[in-house]
Structures are given as structure tokens and as C-alpha cells.
């Protein structure tokens, strides 16, 4: 199961919420199945729907 914790812990120069989607875009198309945001991304231009918008990142980005 990939975390958003794990995820901001091993990707210590993502700088942006945009660079963020990326790697967990990058992830899912790598075969992780499983996403859990148990974290607040502590970006700046973080927005207030991110939990929404990484779901859709992960799933849209999964192979079928």
C-alpha cells in the first residue's frame, strides 16, 4: 500500500502540490494498487479539495 506520508518521506525535493500529482501519478502507473492519504500535503499551493484530486491522479493513472 503506497502512503502519502511515505510518498513526501522518500521525495524530500518535491517542492509543489503539481510536483506531488506527478510521483503519485508515476506510482500508480508502477502497479501500486492501493493509496492512502494519511497526511496533509504541506504545500503552499496545496488545494482544499487534494484528497479528491490525488484519488482521481491514482486511479486515472493505474493500468488496467
Do not use: C
Not at 502497479?31 to 492519504?37: A, D, I, L, N, R
Request: charged content about 25%.
Amino acid at each position: 500500500m503506497l502512503s502519502l506520508s511515505e510518498v513526501l518521506m522518500q521525495n524530500h525535493g518535491l517542492q509543489t502540490y503539481a510536483e506531488l500529482k506527478v510521483e503519485i501519478q508515476k506510482r500508480a502507473q508502477q502497479g501500486e494498487v492501493f493509496f492512502q492519504m494519511d497526511v496533509r500535503p504541506p504545500f503552499k499551493d496545496t488545494p482544499e479539495n487534494w484528497e479528491d484530486e490525488l484519488e482521481a491522479v491514482f486511479t486515472s493513472a493505474r493500468p488496467v
